[in-house]
């Protein structure tokens, strides 16, 4: 098959493509597929009646829902994201998050002294403590988390849209009984796609119900918590901290408040570094040129009324 990248080549992603038997060509050129890792206005208005789908290396797509409407309803071209290409990354930098605050080390690093050991060892817990671990977005990066955290021996709740099972989960939830989770919970790992549902779900509201212990991280995206609600409940101490390698706004401006917050850990959007998209991302999009070509579905097809 023909494909073009737009609005540049990743070299990497055009490699796994290329060594799978596709021909890279210009949009001009009639493409079958576009692999498009661009905003929104970098995709051309006019697209060849040739793209029948478009692939981008993003799990969440909430910035470019418009564009995928548009052109799913002009063009009827379908759209593929990169749901679970890495499920592996986000889990493990969540791992990193949440012990960092849990072990305190942000409070020793602002310290700058040993003197700082008996406040860092009053603010130490450990997960497998008879602690409990609430995914919010229980899906394939939720499931490769529950897997990672098996170690650690935590009870773990899911959340998702269906309630239905998920491996590894003692208890599931559906994200409309999340006023049961909040209280339920030690620790919070937000990965819900950002949906009007989902937006500002981690709010003053749902933070007040939390236990005074809890930790909130997010690794899904900035606008499922309400950042000034969570810089007033980690200065009143509604909560007692959080991890977060997404915000709202991102990025996160110099001067902020969290970043000076000793129970915050921040990381700049670190679990998906550019080398780890660009090479796993040209393989995802060869299976899914594969299911295109069998007539199968698309592995990771978006569905324009769902955000994901």
Request: overall charge negative.
């Amino acid at each position: 098959m023909k494909y073009a990248m737009i609005p540049s080549t990743w070299k990497e992603s055009a490699e796994a493509l290329d060594a799978a038997g596709h021909i890279q060509v210009e949009l001009s050129e009639n493409p079958d597929f576009v692999f498009f890792s661009g905003k929104q206005p970098d995709l051309p208005e006019d697209l060849p009646e040739s793209v029948k789908f478009i692939q981008v290396p993003f799990a969440g797509v909430d910035g470019i829902l418009d564009l995928i409407a548009d052109t799913s309803k002009k063009y009827g071209v379908r759209w593929s994201n990169a749901a679970g290409v890495y499920d592996s990354t986000v889990a493990e930098s969540t791992i990193g998050l949440l012990l960092a605050q849990l072990h305190a080390h942000k409070r020793v690093a602002f310290a700058k002294s040993w003197d700082v050991r008996d406040e860092a060892e009053a603010n130490t817990t450990f997960l497998f403590e008879d602690k409990t671990v609430a995914i919010v977005g229980a899906g394939g990066i939720g499931k490769k988390l529950i897997h990672m955290l098996q170690g650690f021996g935590p009870k773990i709740i899911a959340v998702n849209r269906s309630g239905k099972p998920v491996d590894g989960a003692d208890e599931v939830f559906t994200f409309d009984q999340i006023d049961q989770v909040w209280p339920a919970a030690d620790y919070f790992v937000m990965l819900a796609p950002l949906t009007p549902e989902t937006h500002h779900m981690v709010n003053a509201d749902a933070l007040e119900k939390m236990p005074k212990h809890a930790v909130v991280v997010n690794v899904g995206r900035g606008p499922l918590v309400d950042t000034d609600a969570l810089t007033e409940a980690l200065k009143n101490g509604v909560i007692a901290g959080a991890g977060l390698d997404v915000t709202d706004p991102e990025p996160l401006p110099d001067g902020h408040p969290l970043w000076d917050e000793v129970n915050c850990v921040i990381t700049p959007h670190l679990a998906n570094p550019p080398y780890s998209v660009r090479k796993r991302i040209g393989a995802h999009t060869v299976e899914v040129a594969k299911a295109f070509e069998a007539g199968e579905p698309l592995p990771t097809e978006v569905d324009p009324t769902l955000g994901y």
